[in-house]
């Protein structure tokens, strides 16, 4: 009921609120403002409110509540986004619940059809979902078109649903047979985050269809503009109407879908907040849920490292896309003589230019927020009197042209694993620098963290490595590779407290999480029985044709 009131009391802060017109944004970002909204149906860069998609049309909402999407560079209001109504949740629900009944019974060719269509109108519309991207989450526009890659690739994956989707017959006794057929389980959900809008959709949309189930999106309130795009390339690619719905909001859609008893699973991108309360929820009413949640990922650089590769690989991967990816590099552990690295890290962190996400030679755009913005800027705040040091201090940052801009520049803080800065996912271009005297301190500090997303190590040991991924308890290891997300033809696998549930994303996983076994055990020897039968009795009825008709 407190959640209830405090989000009354935004929606009316909200509605008092005025912003300076889409026309203040910078020729670039304004042409491709005006594109957006001329070119989609069911969102728009230029002020108008964002739709629902519901049984295969975008529609107005009812609601009297809305939430501003604001550029992040510039706080000027893009679109408003619609707190469903309790009636269009479940007019989503029934559209996906009767487009099941016949989605789940067309052939897997088909299916196959509309993903393999998918892919081509991704790859052909992938500026305007970059354009979108920047605008509203304020990526730079070459981290946008990677978002949209790496969702694409998921798609691609997809494709091979023939022969992913196969089941498994055994002859197990003379004349019995046991197959197991995977089937689809019905009404499934997605609930996106802000950091990846195109990615995790495109997580969900392709592995939930292609296995015959329909599915219910809720992409995040803060930038929803990919994702009704992708609805919209959907609908192009010939996915029949309610096969897929988009609908928006915060807390009560998110309660909603964990409470109705139509939808038998739910996939979820986020906090650890909204992440456990999800899946306690979900589960607690009988529904397959998993949840990708916070991380604190650690990159160990050993002496004998190529010391080039390693510090521009730990620059890429702690401060591209502001740090606001759950397989960033927030932990940096220097080993032995490595710690006389630091400097030159920092050095290469001073060069990134920050800059809005349209400008030539930007490396990373703001933050998502205002509130973001002071989250992390606390955070950095905490380092000093805790007894840590700043080597180089991102807040106060001046971008020309964007004076109101969620901007925070790299951060480097040297730091112990009791303070804030540590015990905490920033999510946020702020890289905590650890030191340790061997690889044995190293591996206790990052197994002794309750995250384990991933972990990486740059070494040109052979043994050292082989050690390193023997040892270390996470999900996703790299050995001199920065990010080591895997690709689609293989699982999410993050660990611990990253992830609740036992079924991972896309790949193998994804086809499981998606699907259900069905068993069928068959008597060949009834059948062949009955095949008999059926011979004898249509040779019966032939021959008393004939004698009727007088042939012999």
């Known amino acids: 009921m407190a959640a209830t009131h405090r989000l009354a009391r935004l929606y009316a802060l909200q509605a008092r609120r005025s912003y300076a017109s889409v026309s203040a944004l910078n020729a670039t970002a304004r042409a491709k403002a005006d594109k957006l909204s001329a070119d989609w149906r069911g969102t728009s860069a230029t002020g108008n409110n964002t739709k629902n998609y519901i049984g295969g049309e975008f529609v107005d909402s009812k609601t009297d509540e809305w939430l501003d999407v604001l550029d992040p560079a510039t706080q000027i209001l893009l679109t408003r986004v619609p707190q469903t109504t309790s009636s269009e949740f479940a007019q989503a629900v029934q559209a996906a619940s009767h487009a099941y009944k016949s989605w789940s019974r067309t052939s897997v060719l088909a299916r196959q059809r509309f993903v393999i269509e998918l892919q081509h109108l991704i790859r052909k519309n992938a500026d305007a979902l970059a354009d979108s991207i920047v605008l509203e989450q304020g990526k730079t526009l070459a981290d946008a078109h990677g978002d949209v890659l790496r969702g694409l690739q998921v798609i691609e994956t997809a494709i091979g649903i023939t022969s992913t989707l196969m089941g498994e017959k055994l002859e197990v006794s003379k004349d019995m047979d046991t197959e197991v057929r995977k089937v689809p389980l019905g009404v499934c959900a997605s609930i996106a985050p802000f950091n990846f809008p195109a990615m995790i959709p495109l997580w969900t949309i392709p592995m939930a269809a292609v296995t015959g189930n329909t599915l219910i999106l809720k992409p995040s309130e803060r930038d ?29 859609i998110v309660n909603a879908i964990c409470d109705s008893p139509a939808i038998r699973a739910i996939s979820f991108v986020g906090g650890d907040r909204a992440g456990r309360h999800i899946f306690e929820r979900g589960t607690r009413n009988g529904k397959r849920v998993q949840a990708n949640m916070g991380a604190k990922n650690h990159a160990v650089l050993m002496p004998d490292a190529n010391k080039n590769l390693a510090l521009n690989s730990i620059v890429g991967a702690a401060f591209g896309a502001a740090g606001q990816r759950c397989m960033a590099v927030s932990v ?10 630091l400097p030159d890290l920092v050095e290469r962190a001073k060069k990134l230019q920050v800059n809005g996400g349209f400008e030539k030679g930007a490396d990373l755009g703001p933050l998502i927020s205002p509130a973001s913005k002071k989250r992390v800027e606390e955070i950095i705040s905490s380092v000093e009197p805790e007894g840590g040091r700043i080597h180089l201090d991102g807040r106060g940052i001046s971008v020309s042209g964007y004076p109101n801009g969620n901007f925070i520049g790299p951060t480097i803080m040297e730091a112990a694993t009791t303070m804030r800065c540590y015990r905490e996912e920033i999510f946020g271009p702020a890289l905590t620098v650890i030191v340790a005297e061997t690889l044995d301190d190293a591996l206790d500090i990052i197994n002794a963290n309750p995250y384990g997303n991933g ?4 070494t040109q040991s052979g043994a050292t490595a082989r050690k390193f991924e023997a040892e270390v308890n996470v999900g996703q290891v790299g050995i001199n590779v920065p990010i080591p997300v895997p ?9 611990k407290g990253s992830v609740l549930g036992d079924i991972g994303f896309y790949g193998k996983s994804g086809i499981n999480f998606y699907t259900q076994n069905k068993v ?9 029985l009955s095949d008999s039968a059926i011979d004898h009795y249509q040779s019966l009825a032939s021959r008393g044709r004939r004698r009727k008709s007088g042939i012999s």
Do not use: K, Y
Request: hydrophobic residues 55%.
């Open 520 to 528: 069928r055990q068959r008597d060949e020897a009834v059948i062949l």
């Open 332 to 341: 940096v552990v220097l080993v032995g003589a490595a710690q006389s690295w």
């Open 487 to 495: 690709l689609p033809m293989f699982a999410w696998s993050g660990n």
């Open 455 to 458: 972990a990486v190590i740059f």
């Open 224 to 252: 929803p503009g990919a994702a009704m795009i992708i609805a919209e390339l959907c609908e192009r690619a010939g996915l029949p109407a309610g096969v897929l719905n988009v609908v928006h909001g915060t807390v009560p």
